[in-house]
């Protein structure tokens, strides 16, 4: 019987990246080896790290999501307690007396001063400012603004000045001096002569132009050449007959 030979083929090592002859002996070297042992090693290692790591990171999401959860939390119970206030009428969160609470906006609002009061962050806006301030900035701009509003009312108070009349006249002739001549003489003057045309001098040419020989052919080379020109066109404009 004859007996055929069969190839093994290659086997790949993943921690060595490389490729050995597939039969036990040869896998089993390699197996052994300190180079497959080292690469083994720090593939482990590589692994256990990317674990822990990936384990920090869910623990820290999970902290994340509790904070959340806890403000969110927090936030809401502020919300119902604000809202039973309301029902309520109960202004105790209001900064003194004076304050209204506004339904409309939410905030309390002072006529005297024009301020709104946010009770859940403690700051003041006006429409003045056109932003949210502390306490002592919001008191400042009102004091400051009843002040420039105190200076323009009694500004607005004071008598005017009294007003001339000047009479009409029905007829007649105008009363004071009557200028007759125009203010400018020259506006009227049609054609002025210019300072500038005057003063403008015509350039005088002193030197005939001299013609060359050269040039003085061309010329009459080309004045012989319009007259044959023109000779040729004179039976097609239909000026003469040709029998």
């Known amino acids: 019987m004859t007996e055929y ?108 001063t024009g301020l709104y009061f946010d009770s859940n962050s403690g700051f003041y806006y006006s429409d003045g400012l056109g932003k949210w301030v502390t306490q002592e900035e919001a008191y400042a701009w009102a004091k400051t603004s009843q002040a420039n509003a105190g200076q323009s009312s009694s500004s607005k108070t004071k008598p005017s000045a009294a007003v001339a009349t000047v009479p009409t006249i029905k007829g007649g002739q105008a009363p004071g001096l009557v200028v007759k001549k125009p203010l400018n003489p020259m506006r009227t003057v049609k054609g002025a002569p210019s300072a500038i045309a005057v003063n403008k001098r015509k350039r005088e040419d002193s030197k005939p132009k001299v013609i060359s020989k050269e040039e003085e052919a061309a010329l009459k080379a080309r004045e012989a050449a319009r007259k044959r020109m023109e000779d040729r066109e004179k039976p097609l404009m239909g000026l003469y007959r040709s029998y």
């Open 5 to 112: 030979w069969v190839s093994q083929g290659n086997k790949w090592c993943d921690f060595c990246k490389i490729y050995i002859a597939n039969n036990p002996l040869s896998i089993r070297t390699h197996e052994i080896g300190k180079r497959h042992k080292d690469n083994v090693t720090k593939r482990l290692a590589t692994m256990q790290k990317e674990g822990v790591a990936k384990e920090k990171e869910q623990q820290q999401a999970a902290r994340a999501l509790q904070q959340i959860e806890a403000k969110a939390k927090k936030s809401y119970q502020k919300d119902l307690e604000n809202s039973q206030r309301t029902v309520d009428g109960d202004t105790s969160a209001a900064p003194g007396d004076g304050w209204e609470f506004d339904s409309t906006s939410g905030y309390y609002y002072d006529k005297s």
